[in-house]
């Protein structure tokens, strides 16, 4: 298994997530760090995207997913994006970290998930 990874800091995605009603009436801004392992020494050495994966894509992908539908937990939000991550063939890897703020005197509370693809060594 690889430890190259490529890395998305802080993407801000508007979603509803909480464990009230009220808390999930509005959407709300949540934080994620997301860690796709996969081998780069190839695209590195050849410059050819083909031979990675199109983070710009996963983006997008990421924040249409999330923007749709309520979560209760910040918990199911990285399950979410850590499921949808491992299905890009290229993805042996993913480490999922979600935070939000909450309240004053609380900078953010968060989540972070590792999740292997089945059958990777």
Do not use: W
């Not at 909480?18 to 190839?42: H, K, N, S, V, Y």
């Amino acid at each position: 298994m690889t430890s190259d990874y490529l890395v998305i800091n802080d993407l801000e995605v508007t979603c509803r997530v909480g464990d009230t009603e009220a808390e999930r009436a509005f959407p709300q801004i949540i934080f994620l760090t997301i860690r796709l392992f996969l081998p780069l020494q190839e695209a590195g050495q050849t410059g050819n995207i083909k031979k990675t994966v199109n983070y710009a894509h996963i983006i997008n992908q990421i924040r249409d997913q999330l923007e749709k539908a309520p979560f209760i937990l910040i918990e199911s939000v990285a399950e979410k994006v850590a499921n949808f991550a491992l299905k890009f063939k290229q993805i042996e890897r993913v480490e999922v970290s979600v935070s939000k703020k909450i309240s004053p005197g609380v900078r953010t509370v968060g989540a972070t998930v590792l999740r292997t693809r089945h059958g990777s060594s």
